[in-house]
């Protein structure tokens, strides 16, 4: 899991850098809260993956006991 997020990361940096993007995002200074919004919006989603996965052992768990 950790390593697929640091694989994306490391690909939307690649592609930002490869496509200019953040030559135009440094320039007007808006580089960190591309950033900050990219970093916030995959945390928020492994958090939510991490949830539903707790969430699906125990219900795994429950079927297993009846």
């Known amino acids: 899991m950790k390593n697929k997020l640091i694989a994306i ?3 939307c940096f690649i592609h930002m850098s490869l496509f200019g993007a953040t030559d135009h995002y440094d320039n007007i200074g808006k580089i ?3 950033v ?3 970093a916030i919006t995959l ?4 958090a939510f993956l991490f949830y539903l996965e707790r969430r ?3 219900l795994e768990k429950q079927l297993e006991d009846e």
């Open 9 to 11: 990361v490391s690909f």
């Open 43 to 46: 945390l928020g989603i492994a």
């Open 32 to 34: 960190y809260a591309v």
């Open 56 to 58: 699906i052992n125990s």
């Open 36 to 38: 900050a919004v990219v």
